[in-house]
């Protein structure tokens, strides 16, 4: 029997990330840029750090001892990141890559090339990520295939009125899980429940949800989902592509090199099965050990532990900026709710994103200006950019009682 | 908070909250340059008149952060009745206030077409740039920098085209 995590304290979990410990400007960090980046804690990078010391080998190649432990210890990483997600055959079905970026840039190479053409439908939303947009819309181009998007609505959900209309002859729909710029829980099981039903394959953006929900791909309804290491407490350099096995198996591989092949002759070669087929070249096994251990660190923690903290420091952030600067300041996306997780994009009054981001560095707070990535969802907001706080499982209310304090002095210096 | 207080001077306040020739001129006769910061999405549109060697009217559209803009009022007031060769005098001073930092960010600069030639960095005098001198806090944060120069290079990209086409 696994015991049952403790309440999730902040307090706690904090003293296991070194760089909380780093003063900015005389002034103790405030941590609030995750969504783009999350912090890694001291078993994340000691495992990498023995792994270096004990262990490192290129995987796949030697027989030697440390080749074979180097070997396993990437494998091992694979099957754990895949029973975190729920996936019925990890050791299959996981695919390392850089980023989440690369991991949608292979499903719509690989998958997209091999299976649409010239006329073909791929549904996506109004608020994705450029990295679930840019390569359909590079596809569109190439190949011809048309893009539907399932628009947003005034507070910032996606309006699925019509959606049987808009899936009508799709062959494909890829949603972001939750918004990057609004915080929004978007409804996967339902979108992807009806996507079947029309036929069409499933493509779920990850990247934000699998850091801070319980995944689980079945639930989800995902043949593919897309997701990060370095937002989810783990290293840069890695990310993962889950697909359904079925699927994998009658795809094109996406790059070609070293590690992906059966076999190579002068003329020809023959791929390797799934998931070694996609994963051309030295592929990133100090970063894996990582993820492997930050799947570890979120699993010990307790990923409903950290669903409610998170949702509690929301609410506390969300009802705090309300009433203390609700005259000045927006944020935008659904109220405090059960679709609403801890990423708020601030638009104060007049002053521009970049400008609140600056005051804000004075007081050690961390927050992102711009358009995060998602050019097309601030057009339909009308900002051009906003400047976005997000919490992660270290922040606290003293993070947003601090993101207050500097908030109000944008008022002093720009009144 | 001393260094935002260097950042966020008076002068840059008043232009970023009351810009100076804002708006654009028919073109033709005007010529219209933009210039664009992907990096946060800073807007600028200058409609530039230029008449026997003389920028007789500028005027400065667009949108963005109060660096960016003030930036871009300063400038329109600075070079306004100005001969060509003195907005590019004044242009020189400016960047060389600058540059030394802007230099280091030039690799990823897509603002405008043009590139710099890496210079010595000059004493600048200061005293000759008059209101624009407030900018210099912006030195501090060099993140800061293609905010403040962004309507400069639109200026000298419009100059250049403008040299070109005659
Ligand atoms: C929703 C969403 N999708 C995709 C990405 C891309 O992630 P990465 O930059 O790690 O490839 C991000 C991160 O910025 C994101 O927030």
Not at chain 1, 126 to 152: D, K, T
Not at chain 1, 160 to 183: F, T
Not at chain 1, 283 to 305: C, K, N, R, S, T
Not at chain 2, 124 to 141: I, N, R
Request: net charge negative; charged share 20%; proline share 6%.
């Amino acid at each position: 029997m696994t015991p049952v995590p403790e309440p999730l304290d902040a307090e706690v979990i904090r003293k296991d990330f070194p760089l909380l410990a780093q003063r900015v400007h005389d002034r103790p960090i405030v941590y609030l840029d995750s969504a783009s980046s999350s912090l890694q804690p001291r078993p994340v990078l000691a495992a990498m750090e023995r792994y270096y010391e004990s262990t490192h080998a290129n995987v796949h190649r030697g027989v030697y001892a440390t080749a074979e432990e180097a070997t396993a210890l990437y494998e091992g990483a694979r099957r754990k990141v895949g029973r975190f997600i729920g996936a019925p055959d990890p050791r299959h079905e996981v695919i390392f890559t850089k980023n989440a970026t690369e991991a949608l840039n292979l499903v719509v190479n690989s998958w997209g090339r091999a299976n649409l053409k010239r006329g073909d439908v791929v549904v996506l939303t109004e608020m994705e990520h450029h990295s679930n947009l840019v390569p359909w819309l590079a596809l569109a181009q190439n190949v011809g295939i048309e893009l539907r998007y399932l628009p947003v609505d005034g507070q910032g959900r996606l309006d699925l009125c019509d959606l049987d209309r808009i899936l009508d002859g799709a062959s494909a729909v890829s949603v972001s899980a939750m918004s990057n710029v609004l915080g929004t829980i978007n409804p996967v099981p339902l979108i992807t429940e009806a996507a079947h039903r029309h036929g069409a394959i499933t493509v779920v953006d990850g990247a934000q949800s699998v850091p801070h929900l319980v995944t689980d791909v079945a639930a989800l309804g995902a043949d593919f989902l897309a997701f990060s290491a370095h937002k989810m407490l783990g290293p840069t350099g890695i990310g993962v592509l889950w697909g359904r096995r079925e699927l994998l198996d009658a795809m094109p591989p996406f790059l070609g090199g070293g590690g992906m092949i059966l076999d190579v002759t002068l003329e020809r070669f023959t791929p390797a099965e799934a998931p070694w087929r996609f994963e051309a070249g030295t592929p990133p096994i100090a970063e894996a050990v990582g993820l492997a251990a930050a799947v570890d660190y979120l699993d010990a923690v307790g990923m409903e532990q950290i669903v409610t903290h998170e949702r509690a420091l929301t609410a506390y952030a969300l009802t705090a900026i309300g009433d203390r600067l609700g005259e000045v300041c927006r944020v935008f996306g659904p109220p405090v709710g059960g679709d609403r997780a801890g990423v708020l994009s601030l638009d104060y009054r007049d002053v521009h994103a970049h400008d609140v981001a600056q005051v804000l560095d004075q007081f050690g707070v961390c927050v992102r200006p711009g358009h995060h990535c998602a050019k097309p969802l601030m057009s339909r907001l009308g900002v051009s950019a906003t400047a976005r706080a997000s919490i992660d499982i270290y922040n606290d209310d003293s993070d947003i009682d601090t993101l207050i304090e500097g908030l109000t002095h944008v008022g002093t210096v720009f009144g | 908070m001393p260094d935002l207080e260097e950042l966020y001077r008076e002068i840059i306040l008043d232009h970023y909250r009351s810009p100076r020739n804002r708006g654009e001129l028919p073109t033709p006769p005007a010529h219209r340059v933009e210039g664009f910061n992907p990096l946060c999405g800073d807007e600028v549109v200058l409609s530039l008149e230029v008449v026997d060697g003389t920028l007789r009217d500028i005027k400065v559209a667009g949108s963005g952060c109060s660096i960016s803009q003030s930036s871009g009022s300063l400038m329109s007031a600075a070079v306004k009745g100005k001969s060509i060769t003195e907005v590019r005098e004044l242009v020189a001073v400016f960047k060389a206030m600058m540059s030394v930092h802007e230099a280091s960010l030039s690799d990823d600069d897509r603002t405008t077409g043009t590139e710099d030639p890496p210079t010595e960095p000059e004493p600048v005098d200061l005293a000759s740039l008059g209101e624009l001198a407030a900018l210099q806090g912006v030195v501090k944060f060099p993140v800061r920098i293609k905010c403040a120069t962004l309507s400069w290079n639109a200026l000298v990209q419009g100059l250049d085209e403008l040299a070109k086409a005659s």
